[in-house]
């Protein structure tokens, strides 16, 4: 697949907006815990991974969430977070590219389906993962992983939930500044 020089420097732009999002978050302390989990935090990392995905595409998306596992293991050294967090995201964008190619019939449901979807497809990847990574990489139980399941997918729902809206505000603040954007892009 060839990419022009334009896709290549919007994924430039917004891998880089995902690095500074992740630098920004952890070193200002900006970080918001989750009340009933305080290690899972809310961030902004994931805003500009969807915005890639409506702005250019699924590929450069996952491009995007790719970048952002290598910016956290470059930060934290922590391969298991880095992964994680990047595989949240990514799960998220495929669950919205799925419905948005489904529903490019309906556009009325587009937006509140591709919600709902990022969201299911963010929570179920996610307490798969948790349910085998965690207790093979740290000091704590299956019993324990199945038990904290719910707040982990509320968690993934919030996280979800925040990221997506964040993304389709910038997305469409940038569609009435730029409309030409419009059929430029990947959604």
Do not use: H
């Not at 697949?1 to 420097?9: I, P, Q, R």
């Not at 707040?151 to 505000?169: C, D, E, H, K, R």
């Amino acid at each position: 697949m060839k990419l022009s020089t334009t896709v290549l420097a919007r994924i430039a732009m917004l891998g880089a907006l995902v690095v500074i999002f992740d630098y920004t978050m952890k070193f200002s302390g900006l970080k918001i815990p989750f009340p009933w989990l305080p290690f899972l935090k809310f961030d902004f990392t994931g805003i500009p991974i969807v915005l890639s995905l409506l702005l250019i595409g699924f590929g450069p998306g996952a491009v995007t969430s790719a970048v952002a596992f290598l910016a956290i293991l470059v930060r934290s050294g922590d391969m298991v977070g880095a992964s994680m967090k990047a595989l949240a995201e990514f799960s998220t964008i495929l669950g919205m590219s799925l419905s948005i190619i489904l529903l490019k019939k309906f556009p009325t449901f587009a937006k509140l389906v591709s919600f709902v979807s990022g969201c299911v497809f963010r929570v179920l990847v996610m307490t798969a993962a948790n349910l085998v990574i965690l207790p093979l990489y740290t000091n704590v139980s299956f019993d324990f992983v199945l038990k904290i399941s719910p707040l982990v997918a509320a968690f993934n729902v919030f996280q979800g939930f925040l990221t997506m809206f964040g993304g389709y505000i910038v997305y469409e603040a940038l569609l009435r500044r730029m409309p030409s954007l419009a059929s430029k892009t990947g959604s």
